[in-house]
Structure formats: structure tokens, C-alpha cells
């Protein structure tokens, strides 16, 4: 184990790819629950998933979003300082879940979905699944994640599905208000118990001011984020933060699941949403580095994302991909559900490419060395990855927006 490196994996790329990679980590991140919560339908059933949903993303959301308001010095406690934050959320990836805001003044707008993936994807389903997700999940959630720039935030709708008529867009829209006279939002129990994980505390590098492009959100609230605008340190920043965003939701999806069931059996849930988004996430990241080397799009990968937090490299001659032990593995994040005695994860990672590709792993629990090697006759997909790309993210193609300045109404 001699080359682990704390230095982001993402600085070795271009501008350019960076700017076309940090939208697809931002839908990867929206994909984890499809991944998940069918696993979860199946051990508990719609209601119970429900409240799990609402548990993981209360747990994560406050926390992840403070962290990219730090980052790219756009602090506030008014609703731009919110919408802001929507628009690099992975509860919100662009144009997948396409927000369009209305500023009226600092403490009052709206936003409207034009598209909602999340929608389209459960709409199939039938009107419960809709309302669990549009009602029983959503108010808890936007509230949550609001309460972060201001604890007196209320995200309310003005319509929402199911859709009246069937075809009815926008999706939903809704109304931001803040309020002195409004009741404080608490942060949950498990939303205190992840601020003390070492995701939500560890540190990464500052963004290098200097370089072309701008290198933070300070000043106005923009339609569309054009990440190209960005500099190559701050679109590094912003891809490690979206990487600390998955791993927050998963940490607050494992306290979840421990908290209805028993650990084998919320173990194995967690380990078969991995297998899932595993494979999805290598087919977008793919689409962003054109490439077809595996080691190198296994070290973009959010599995071993960002670098200060989950340890590795790659061996001296190139051919093995070594993990050591990490603050990932304190956590109990998805690393750990990876190594030698568990490689379906890091096999669906790989298949994605070429279903030829197969691992080799040797090693320890949090000290183990993979090879990837190539199989005469080709695998077929995990049930985990099909399920996930039943999900239109997994074949959504961002297209060119404009990027406007939005000023109040």
C-alpha cells in the first residue's frame, strides 16, 4: 500500500470535464433512492419506505448544504441563498428535476418544476406512490433542507401531483416564505447524529482563487448554472462536495434502515442499493471522461470519492487500485461494504464498462488491493443495476441552457 493520496482524483481532469462530469455526479446522487427504496418497498412496504426516505434526506440535506454554501462563499439566510443551494443539491440535479425560480424579495419567492424526473419515474407506479412521494415525503424534506439558511423557512405547495390533468405542467409549484412569526424547523435526531460523522466534518482543500472562471456563487441567483463558468479548482470542490452529499444520504439511509430492521437484513438492503448505483454511476461518469479505462473511472467513481475521504491509489505498476483504512470506514460508508469477502459492488462498477471486465481483490477488511481482469464470456447484470436503470435518469441526456441572472419580480 504505497501510493494512497488524499489530493482530489478530480484535479487530474480538464476543465471541460469537469464541467460535463458534475452534472452527472449530481443525478447519480438523485439515482441512490431508486436504487434503494425498491429493496425497501419489498422488506417493509410504500409506507415505510416513505418514512425512510423522509428520515435519510432530513438527516443529510442541512448538513450537505451548509458545506457547498461555505465552499462557494454564498452564505445567507434569505431564500436566493436556498435556491442557490437547490441548484447544486442532489436531491435537485439539473434539468432532470428542472426548478425555475421567482424571486420576490429576500424572504418571499417560488419555484415551479417543468420536469420532474422523480415524478415521471413513480407516476407508473399509481396515485399512492405519487402521494407518498409529492406529499408524505416531500414537505418534511424541503423543509429540511430550507432550514439550513433559515430555520424560519416554509416551503408550501401551490399545486402538486397527483396530476389534474393527467398531462399538467409545470409538474408542481410551490411558495418560499420567510417569517419571524413562523415556528423554528428542529433538525432531527438523526440529522444531529450524522452532523458528528466524518463526513460532515472532514476537510477539503480550498478553492485556489486565480485561475479562469469564476470560483464561487457569490452575487446573483442565475436560471440555469452553466458549471463551464466555473474554474477548474472550483468545479474540483463542487465534485467532491456532491461526492460527501451521497455519502451523507447513505449514512443517514443505513441509520434508517437500523432503526426498523435487523442488521443482516438492513446490511444486506444497503449493500444491494450499492450494487445498483454502482453500475449506473459508471455509465454516466463514462459519458462525461469518454473513456474506457477502468481505473481510471473507478477513481471518479463517488465509491472511492472524495480522496481526503475515502483512501486510495493506484499500485506502481498500474494495474491494481489499492483502498486503505479511511474516515469512510468509520462512518460505515460504502467502501466498507466493499473488499474481499464482498465484491458484487466493484463487479457492477466494472461491468458497466465492458461486461467482459470482472475483480480481483485481495487483502483485509479496510486494507485490500483490486485488479480488474477480463473474462472469456460476458456477465450478465445484476437485478440491482436493471432495477436502478428502470429509473429515465439512467438514459437522461442534459442538453445547453443559458445561464440569466434572475432578479426580483
Same mark, same amino acid.
Given at each position: 500500500?504505497?501510493?494512497?493520496?488524499?489530493? =482530489? /482524483?478530480?484535479?487530474d481532469l480538464s476543465r471541460s470535464e469537469l464541467a460535463a462530469l458534475v452534472p452527472e455526479l449530481l443525478l447519480v446522487g438523485q439515482?441512490?433512492?431508486?436504487?434503494?427504496?425498491?429493496?425497501?418497498?419489498?422488506?417493509?412496504?410504500?409506507?415505510?419506505?416513505?418514512?425512510?426516505?423522509?428520515?435519510?434526506?432530513?438527516?443529510?440535506?442541512?448538513?450537505?448544504?451548509?458545506?457547498?454554501?461555505? $465552499?462557494? +462563499?454564498?452564505?445567507?439566510? !434569505?431564500?436566493?441563498?436556498?435556491?442557490?443551494?437547490?441548484?447544486?443539491?442532489?436531491?435537485?440535479?439539473?434539468?432532470?428535476?428542472?426548478?425555475?425560480?421567482?424571486? /420576490?424579495?429576500?424572504?418571499? +419567492?417560488?419555484?415551479?418544476?417543468?420536469?420532474?424526473?422523480?415524478?415521471?419515474?413513480?407516476?407508473?407506479? +399509481?396515485?399512492?406512490?405519487?402521494?407518498?412521494?409529492? /406529499? !408524505?415525503?416531500?414537505?418534511?424534506?424541503?423543509?429540511?433542507?430550507?432550514? $439550513?439558511?433559515?430555520?424560519?423557512?416554509?416551503?408550501?405547495?401551490?399545486?402538486?401531483?397527483?396530476?389534474?390533468?393527467?398531462?399538467?405542467?409545470?409538474?408542481?409549484?410551490?411558495?418560499?416564505?420567510?417569517?419571524?412569526?413562523?415556528?423554528?424547523?428542529?433538525?432531527?435526531?438523526?440529522?444531529?447524529?450524522?452532523?458528528?460523522?466524518?463526513?460532515?466534518?472532514?476537510?477539503?482543500?480550498?478553492?485556489?482563487?486565480?485561475?479562469? +472562471?469564476?470560483?464561487?456563487?457569490?452575487?446573483?441567483?442565475?436560471?440555469?448554472?452553466?458549471?463551464?463558468?466555473?474554474?477548474?479548482?472550483?468545479?474540483?470542490?463542487?465534485?467532491?462536495?456532491?461526492?460527501?452529499?451521497?455519502h451523507l444520504l447513505t449514512n443517514g439511509f443505513r441509520m434508517a434502515l437500523a432503526a426498523r430492521l435487523p442488521e443482516e437484513q438492513?446490511?444486506?438492503?444497503?449493500?444491494?442499493?450499492?450494487?445498483?448505483?454502482?453500475?449506473?454511476?459508471? &455509465?454516466?461518469?463514462?459519458?462525461?471522461?469518454?473513456? &474506457?479505462? =477502468?481505473?481510471?473511472?473507478?477513481?471518479?467513481?463517488?465509491?472511492?470519492?472524495?480522496?481526503?475521504?475515502?483512501?486510495?491509489?493506484?499500485?506502481?505498476?498500474?494495474?491494481?487500485?489499492?483502498?486503505?483504512?479511511?474516515?469512510?470506514?468509520?462512518?460505515?460508508?460504502?467502501?466498507?461494504?466493499c473488499g474481499p469477502d464482498e465484491v458484487r459492488p466493484l463487479q457492477a462498477a466494472v461491468r458497466a464498462i465492458d461486461p467482459h471486465?470482472?475483480?480481483?481483490?485481495?487483502?483485509?477488511?479496510?486494507?485490500?488491493?483490486?485488479?480488474?481482469?477480463?473474462?472469456?464470456?460476458?456477465?450478465?447484470?445484476?437485478?440491482?443495476?436493471?432495477?436502478?436503470?428502470?429509473?429515465?435518469?439512467?438514459?437522461?441526456?442534459?442538453?445547453?441552457?443559458?445561464?440569466?441572472?434572475?432578479?426580483?419580480?
Open positions: 500500500m504505497g501510493n494512497l493520496e488524499a489530493r =482530489s /482524483h478530480y484535479a439515482l441512490i433512492d431508486r436504487s434503494g427504496m425498491a429493496w425497501c418497498i419489498g422488506a417493509l412496504g410504500r409506507e415505510e419506505m416513505a418514512r425512510i426516505a423522509i428520515d435519510e434526506w432530513a438527516a443529510a440535506s442541512p448538513i450537505y448544504t451548509r458545506r457547498m454554501q461555505r $465552499a462557494l +462563499g454564498y452564505e445567507g439566510s !434569505d431564500v436566493v441563498t436556498i435556491f442557490k443551494g437547490l441548484q447544486l443539491d442532489i436531491g435537485a440535479p439539473p434539468q432532470f428535476m428542472d426548478f425555475r425560480y421567482t424571486v /420576490h424579495d429576500r424572504f418571499h +419567492g417560488e419555484f415551479h418544476l417543468d420536469h420532474c424526473g422523480a415524478l415521471i419515474d413513480v407516476e407508473p407506479m +399509481g396515485p399512492d406512490y405519487v402521494r407518498s412521494m409529492c /406529499h !408524505d415525503i416531500e414537505d418534511p424534506t424541503f423543509d429540511a433542507t430550507a432550514v $439550513a439558511t433559515n430555520v424560519r423557512a416554509q416551503v408550501r405547495p401551490i399545486h402538486r401531483p397527483p396530476r389534474l390533468p393527467a398531462d399538467r405542467s409545470p409538474h408542481c409549484a410551490w411558495t418560499v416564505r420567510i417569517d419571524e412569526s413562523h415556528p423554528p424547523v428542529r433538525a432531527t435526531e438523526l440529522c444531529l447524529r450524522n452532523e458528528k460523522s466524518r463526513a460532515a466534518s472532514i476537510e477539503l482543500a480550498p478553492i485556489e482563487r486565480g485561475g479562469e +472562471g469564476r470560483d464561487d456563487y457569490a452575487g446573483a441567483l442565475v436560471s440555469d448554472l452553466d458549471f463551464a463558468e466555473f474554474s477548474h479548482a472550483a468545479l474540483v470542490r463542487i465534485a467532491d462536495e456532491v461526492c460527501l452529499q451521497m438492513a446490511t444486506d438492503i444497503a449493500v444491494r442499493t450499492l450494487i445498483g448505483i454502482a453500475g449506473v454511476a459508471t &455509465t454516466r461518469i463514462r459519458r462525461a471522461v469518454l473513456t &474506457t479505462d =477502468s481505473l481510471k473511472i473507478l477513481r471518479l467513481h463517488p465509491l472511492l470519492n472524495p480522496a481526503a475521504y475515502v483512501v486510495s491509489g493506484v499500485g506502481e505498476l498500474g494495474e491494481w487500485l489499492e483502498v486503505g483504512p479511511s474516515p469512510a470506514h468509520d462512518d460505515g460508508a460504502w467502501i466498507s461494504l471486465l470482472d475483480v480481483e481483490v485481495d487483502g483485509g477488511r479496510e486494507a485490500w488491493a483490486m485488479r480488474v481482469v477480463r473474462r472469456e464470456q460476458p456477465a450478465r447484470d445484476f437485478d440491482e443495476v436493471a432495477v436502478t436503470r428502470i429509473s429515465t435518469g439512467a438514459g437522461f441526456e442534459f442538453e445547453p441552457r443559458r445561464s440569466l441572472p434572475l432578479y426580483p419580480v
